[in-house]
């Protein structure tokens, strides 16, 4: 059974950091990309960083660049987020995906139908 799961949410102060974590079993961690997406309420999700399956490639959201930073260790199936100088403006639910493709070359992008499999999200609030 594939699963993904996050934490690492919270509550904190704008300017503040915070890391999140996703945790994945049940399938071939090292030749999927994972992906993190949020959901601010009242929103749509977007789609906010994505790792390719090594770990050398990278893609951001331009509301995130300069900010966050995405890595992976693929021995400990897990994929990190962290988070700096967080805004208000962050705040929402933060999901991990791993992708459709299994690629040890392709890096997926930040759209939703690129991607399978889904944690349960985990809440991060900003506050001013």
């Known amino acids: 059974e594939v699963q993904l799961e996050e934490s690492g949410g919270g509550l904190v102060q704008a300017g503040g950091s915070l890391r999140l974590s996703c945790a994945a079993s049940?399938?071939?961690?090292?030749?999927?990309?994972i992906g993190w997406f949020r959901q601010a309420p009242g929103k749509e999700r977007e789609g906010v960083s994505v790792?390719?399956?090594?770990?050398?490639?990278?893609l951001y959201a331009d509301s995130v660049k300069g900010r966050f930073t995405i890595s992976r260790n693929n021995a400990k199936n897990t994929v990190y987020l962290q988070m700096n100088s967080l805004k208000p403006e962050d705040t929402a639910v933060y999901y991990c995906?791993?992708?459709?493709?299994?690629?040890?070359?392709?890096?997926?992008?930040?759209?939703?139908?690129?991607?399978?499999?889904w944690g349960q999200g985990t809440r991060v609030a900003v506050s001013s």
């Open positions: 049940g399938f071939t961690f090292d030749g999927h990309g």
């Open positions: 995906a791993a992708s459709r493709t299994y690629s040890y070359t392709v890096i997926p992008g930040l759209r939703e139908i690129e991607y399978d499999y």
């Open positions: 790792i390719s399956s090594r770990g050398g490639t990278t």
